[in-house]
């Protein structure tokens, strides 16, 4: 079941769901909010636990509107795409039997099978790039994992439209934003440690700082650089 609230000039969506737990987002593009709450939590609850929240609500709302943000991929010839922070050109070549990228000195070869759509040179694109960010991220937590004394057993990569990544303790998991492949390498770094470091600490408390201040000193300007974009419309 969905509800609206109106919360201090504020529209808020609220999803009951077969969870324990609140949970508050703010999405992209226009800084939507919703709540995901325990399906007998009243509604009343939920309110106020927003309106508890107003402050960061719009502080998140802000950074999203602020954000540049890029037009949607057409996957067309000579269009700009970019990997690890460097600019390419697209071309496409057609064949019968190849579905594949080759990432150029400027450019990024897109290997389809004729008359593919846009929709299927997008899926051949967006896997491509699933594998190069599982490949460079290998290296990155295994250093992270000697350095910091804990295991990862499952990555996964995905869209995500709210976070750059997220991370599961219990499962010895973390969860990385396919769109950090258009970002220079040290973005990556710097979000494989960021959740490698939940592992250790659930919370941004001193402890957690001291942990990025330690393995990486110049976090704070590389979370800004991730922080303002610009993000993809694949």
Not at 25 to 37: C, E, F, K
């Amino acid at each position: 079941m969905v509800r609206e609230l109106e919360i201090a000039d504020v529209t808020v969506d609220v999803v009951f769901k077969d969870i324990k737990n609140v949970h508050l987002s703010v999405y992209p593009p226009t800084g939507r909010v919703r709540v995901s709450a325990p399906s007998d939590m009243k509604l009343e609850t939920v309110r106020l636990f927003a309106l508890s929240k107003i402050g960061w609500i719009r502080k998140n709302q802000r950074k999203i509107v602020s954000q540049e943000r890029e037009t949607p991929r057409e996957f067309i010839e000579r269009e700009s795409h970019y990997i690890w922070g460097r600019r390419y050109l697209l071309r496409i070549e057609d064949h019968y039997d190849r579905a594949d990228v080759l990432l150029g000195h400027k450019t990024i070869e897109l290997n389809v099978p004729k008359e593919s759509s846009q929709d299927e040179k997008r899926e051949v694109f967006l896997n491509w790039c699933r594998e190069e960010l599982r490949t460079a991220s290998k290296p990155i937590i295994e250093q992270y994992e000697r350095q910091l004394g804990v295991q990862v057993k499952r990555l996964f990569i995905q869209r995500m439209r709210t976070k750059w990544g997220s991370s599961s303790p219990q499962r010895q998991s973390i969860r990385l934003n396919l769109d950090l492949i258009r970002f220079t390498p040290d973005c990556l770094r710097y979000v494989i440690l960021h959740e490698m470091a939940h592992f250790i600490v659930p919370s941004h408390n001193e402890h957690f700082i001291s942990i990025l201040d330690a393995n990486m000193p110049a976090w704070r300007t590389i979370r800004a650089t991730l922080n303002y974009g610009p993000l993809s419309e694949f």
